[in-house]
């Protein structure tokens, strides 16, 4: 009866030691492996890699949620924009390197191969349905089954492999093979890697090549399962255990057998490795280099990090480039509906300018801002779509001139980059100066003022004209006199002498007025610039007269102020050319350094003197002229003179 008693407060003690234990277990349960594949960078800043986690008895640990993990980029954290488990499947490599041990057999007859070949044959008959996996079988000295669709497959291939290996020397090399078919990455980064590597205890001298391959599997996330096939006397050997440290550094597992043990079943190797997670953030690098990566899981149980993978990444800003910028810009005056004049209008009044963005890292990433900078200073700005066209502004450039275009790109990423200059011509054509241009300016106050000065004059004249009447003298007919009686003395006449009429002061006052002189008609032209038109335009339908030349010297040009002969033209120059002749009465051309220059028979002129013959093609920029001289040269026609061998 006292038992009893005793044992209540053991068993009382009993669970409060399994309830102490119980954060311990699972603790120990959950010491977590984290591996993270290479990352993906094409969709720059989004990053996109894969990311494993198993725990301590190799399951893949499920259902983590994006706050559950942490990406560290170069040391700074930056949380998830996606995560989603996927279950793509694993790649696994069966790998046989058969020796003499294999062919041992047990009481019942079966080699210890062919022992192996039934556990595999069971774990493969309940596979059937693993699709997304990719399979294939190696044995040294016999042909490869690389990739095979099925489990069905792999069933077949095995069956085709030789049973006799008593004479089978263990080859180094079919490990090396299997490795690198499982590290293919062409079936997708996302898979799950394997290789159940069957063989004999390693000899001593394949224990430097066995350490090698560790290394390579861990660089391709290539797991290696081991099973040494061997008698118990060499479960502790070196090459066992060899081969057992390269499945521990590759995260696999060993297992040694000799006949009379239970293989494992393989799924437990594989099953763990068929899911992933995919990832997504967004990466806060804004320079090019070598960075490191890895993702830190934050579940409580569950904490770990994973081994850094390397992030190489090249980032430059966009760089924005000109598509065919103008090089010259004529601005044009322009009249308005009454024909006058006016500074403030001229044409045109805007230049679209187009650009190409590029991005030299081949991340194309969204704008944020383009600007375009004349001089330095802003012209236009895109702060929305379309980034790649402006529409620069001219009504302030009032002034010919040089000047020099830039535009700058700004990303989303805070890059940005500015073009290198572009240089436009830009020339305004001036107001026409002078007496008439002034008062086809002012016309009407300048009709006005010239009414009342020319009324004023009439008045003016007309006063003059009676003040300066001569009286009339009695006896012209123009006065009618009363009879005077004759015999009186008062009235008798005097005979005076006769003058003419004082016309002295009229020719004063009227020969200082000066009156509208009529132009004296100059003489023929000497020479004369004729324009040629291509027969098919529209200008050639009305063509203007030819320009003529009475002076020694003509200039030509688009400004009235400078030029002779004023062609408005826009590869015309404000002042462009100029034509003359010396005493030998020869003709020269010479070009004012103009930026479409000046051509002789299409020949340049090069800024210096060219002589110019009747009939000559002068092209002033692209507008074309026929020189003649007036009047035409006198052809020399050819003549026969007979010699005396002729008339003999």
């Given at each position: ?7 209540k407060?053991?068993?009382?003690l ?9 954060p ?5 349960q959950?010491?977590?492996?984290a591996?993270?594949s ?10 996109q ?24 980029e ?9 995560l ?38 069971a ?15 190696l ?6 089954k ?54 004999p ?6 224990i ?29 050997s070196s ?6 440290e ?17 293989l ?16 997504t953030?967004?990466s806060?690098i ?21 081994q850094p ?6 980032v ?38 187009e650009?190409?963005i ?7 990433r969204?704008l ?34 040089r ?24 020339t ?5 100066e ?20 020319i ?10 004209f ?13 006065i009618?006199t ?9 009235y ?31 003489g ?29 010297e ?20 404000a ?18 350094g ?22 000559d093609?002068?092209?002033?920029g692209t ?10 040269p ?15």
């Amino acid at each position: 009866d006292r038992m009893p008693i005793m044992q209540k407060p053991f068993r009382v003690l009993l669970l409060a030691l399994i309830l102490v234990s119980i954060p311990l277990l699972t603790r120990a349960q959950f010491t977590t492996e984290a591996v993270l594949s290479a990352p993906d960078t094409s969709s720059y800043p989004q990053i996109q890699t894969f990311l494993k986690v198993w725990s301590e008895d190799g399951r893949f640990i499920t259902n983590l949620q994006p706050a559950d993990i942490v990406m560290v980029e170069n040391g700074q954290e930056i949380p998830l924009d996606s995560l989603e488990e996927k279950a793509p499947g694993v790649q696994i490599v069966v790998a046989f390197d058969p020796g003499p041990a294999f062919s041992v057999r047990d009481s019942t007859g079966a080699s210890r191969y062919d022992l192996v070949v039934e556990a595999l044959n069971a774990w493969m008959e309940g596979q059937r349905n693993r699709d997304q996996d990719v399979l294939s079988i190696l044995m040294s000295g016999n042909t490869s089954k690389v990739r095979l669709d099925t489990y069905a497959g792999l069933v077949r291939a095995l069956g085709e492999l030789p049973t006799d290996h008593r004479n089978a020397e263990v080859d180094i090399r079919t490990l090396s093979e299997a490795i690198t078919v499982a590290g293919d990455m062409t079936t997708g980064p996302e898979k799950g890697r394997a290789v159940l590597y069957i063989t004999p205890e390693a000899n001593a001298n394949t224990i430097p090549s066995i350490e090698n391959l560790a290394s390579l599997a861990i660089d391709t996330n290539v797991r290696v399962f081991v099973w040494m096939v061997t008698s118990e006397a060499f479960f502790e050997s070196s090459g066992a255990l060899a081969l057992q440290e390269m499945a521990d550094r590759t995260g696999g597992r060993f297992f040694a057998f000799s006949g009379t043990e239970t293989l494992p079943d393989p799924e437990v190797y594989f099953d763990g490795l068929r899911r992933v997670y995919a990832l997504t953030y967004t990466s806060a690098i804004r320079s090019s280099g070598d960075f490191e990566l890895a993702a830190q899981i934050v579940k409580p149980g569950v904490e770990t990090i994973s081994q850094p993978a390397q992030l190489n990444i090249s980032v430059l800003p966009p760089n924005p480039i000109f598509v065919s910028p103008p090089d010259d810009i004529y601005r044009s005056l322009v009249p308005d509906v009454d024909g006058n004049l006016s500074a403030e209008r001229r044409s045109p009044v805007e230049q679209p300018i187009e650009i190409l963005i590029e991005f030299p890292d081949g991340y194309p990433r969204e704008l944020v801002r383009t600007t375009l900078y004349v001089d330095g200073q802003i012209a236009a700005e895109n702060t929305e779509p379309p980034f790649d066209r402006f529409v620069w502004p001219l009504n302030d450039i009032k002034e010919s001139g040089r000047f020099t275009l830039q535009v700058e790109a700004l990303d989303s990423l805070g890059l940005s980059s500015i073009s290198l200059e572009t240089p436009v011509n830009i020339t305004v054509q001036r107001m026409p100066e002078g007496f008439v241009p002034t008062i086809s300016r002012n016309s009407p106050l300048v009709v006005t003022v010239i009414v009342l000065i020319i009324g004023a004059v009439l008045i003016g004249v007309l006063l003059r004209f009676r003040r300066l009447r001569p009286d009339l003298q009695p006896g012209n007919g123009n006065i009618k006199t009363r009879p005077r009686p004759v015999s009186d003395p008062v009235y008798q006449p005097v005979q005076t002498e006769s003058r003419p009429i004082p016309t002295d002061r009229l020719t004063r006052w009227t020969n200082r007025l000066h009156w509208p002189q009529r132009n004296t008609p100059r003489g023929e032209p000497i020479a004369f610039l004729e324009r040629m038109y291509d027969p098919n335009s529209l200008a050639a339908l009305t063509p203007i007269p030819p320009f003529p030349i009475h002076t020694s010297e003509v200039t030509l040009g688009n400004d009235p102020n400078q030029a002779t002969i004023v062609l408005e033209e826009l590869t015309i120059a404000a002042l462009h050319a100029r034509v003359f002749h010396n005493t030998n009465n020869e003709f020269f051309v010479s070009d004012f350094g103009s930026i479409s220059g000046t051509y002789v028979n299409f020949k340049p002129t090069n800024g210096s003197q060219t002589k110019i013959e009747h009939g000559d093609q002068i092209h002033f920029g692209t507008v074309g002229f026929r020189f003649r001289i007036n009047p035409p040269p006198q052809l020399t026609l050819p003549s026969i003179t007979e010699t005396e061998e002729m008339s003999s």
